[in-house]
């Protein structure tokens, strides 16, 4: 167990506190404010604690320049509105400069200020010291609560905690409860559900679960390369051709382990990659040479649904279709349904699963959508991620 906040005295103390802040712009203007509203526990029990707060996070990819087109000033303003006091916020080009030190210093018990940009600076994703340790001179106390960025060893993420006490805040220490306990320690059945296009993206994510779960369903893309490996004509559909020998073994290595591994019976075919092509449904061992899949079929959902519907833990990496086109989201929106509608401990791994279900109006149905896409695609690969490593042990 990772210390948290809770374990650490931050009355009167300079707390400086990585956050995932990399949310969507639109000329300028933020158009969804879930990594912000996600880190307010954790800011709001260092203002209430009587901490002196410093926070900072990326945004976008500036490559190490002070590209104001990703300048951090919409988050500030949001920040302001939803904690109704001001947060202090000096544009710097190198980040930490003389102003934002004096500002830091100058801060009172409740004040937050926020750093700009931390990739800003090259020297943030090489993980250079002389930045981190210029963060570093600024707080007395790291917090790490971005499990977005978790798994990159930068200044901001992993460096400041060589030279700070370091602990977790509340949105990592929930990542790690929900993530954490349904892959080691699952209420069974534990099912695993993986879509997605590519199966190269997936191995090692599949190689993990396969020793841990007791269903594994496929849908996506990536099911395509799966149908293949069984000998199936898969049509126009994408195809991952490196991984059909592996695709194989994992079908072999379910069966000798005992798990459940479903496969799509039937397919939504199209003529092209477009909303108002041809569309019909086809069996999965009978797709038309001049057709590609692009979602799971009626049937297939209905199986899917009956076998998830005896699970207590389920996690989910990866729509079942094209979901952003209308004609082929009904593979993953049944899903989504499914898993709202189930008792089960339901765990949604961030990236295009998470989108899926805010975009169907289903998110606050599940028991925990990951705030990081790479972070817990890597977690659920048993990987060890620095961001979180760093921090101090209970």
Avoid at 23 to 28: A, E, I, M, R, S
Avoid at 332 to 337: L, S
């Amino acid at each position: 167990m990772k210390k948290t906040v809770r374990d650490i005295d931050v009355k009167g103390k300079r707390v400086i506190v990585r956050c995932d802040f990399n949310v969507p712009l639109k000329d300028g203007v933020i158009t969804d404010d879930i990594r912000i509203t996600s880190a307010l526990p954790t800011i709001n029990y260092l203002i209430e604690n009587g901490a002196k707060v410093i926070l900072m996070s990326h945004l976008g990819r500036p490559e190490g320049e002070a590209n104001m087109k990703y300048t951090l000033l919409p988050v500030a303003k949001r920040l302001t509105e939803l904690l109704g006091k001001e947060v202090k916020f000096i544009s710097a080009p190198e980040v930490v400069s003389d102003e934002v030190k004096a500002a830091a210093l100058a801060l009172e018990e409740g004040d937050v200020m926020l750093l700009e940009n931390v990739r800003f600076r090259k020297e943030e994703t090489k993980n250079k010291p002389e930045f981190t340790k210029e963060l570093a001179d600024l707080a007395e106390v790291f917090v790490n609560d971005a499990f977005g960025t978790a798994h990159r060893a930068h200044c901001s993420t992993t460096g400041v905690a060589d030279y700070l006490p370091a602990v977790s805040g509340f949105l990592i220490e929930k990542e790690l409860q929900f993530l954490g306990n349904a892959v080691e320690n699952p209420e069974r059945p534990f099912a695993a559900i993986m879509g997605g296009a590519k199966v190269a993206d997936k191995i090692p994510v599949i190689e993990n679960l396969l020793g841990k779960v007791d269903i594994l369903i496929i849908g996506g893309g990536m099911a395509y390369t799966f149908l293949k490996s069984k000998g199936y004509e898969i049509g126009k559909s994408i195809l991952d051709a490196d991984s059909i020998e592996l695709t194989g073994e994992f079908i072999r290595k379910a069966e000798e382990k005992g798990v459940k591994l479903m496969l799509p019976v039937d397919v939504v075919c199209a003529s092209d990659f477009a909303n108002d092509a041809l569309v019909g449904v086809f069996p999965a061992d009978g797709i038309p040479e001049d057709l590609e899949g692009l979602d799971i079929g009626p049937e297939t959902v209905k199986a899917y649904g009956e076998v998830l519907k005896t699970a207590k833990t389920i996690i989910w990496n990866g729509p079942m279709g094209v979901f952003e086109m209308e004609n082929y989201q009904g593979g993953t929106r049944g899903v989504a349904e499914v898993l709202a509608e189930s008792d089960a401990v339901t765990v949604i791994g961030g990236g295009d699963s998470a989108a899926a279900c805010s975009q169907f109006g289903l998110a606050d149905k599940m028991t925990h959508i990951s705030t990081g896409g790479g972070a817990s695609l890597e977690y659920l690969e048993g990987k060890v991620l620095p961001g979180i490593a760093c921090l101090e042990d209970k």
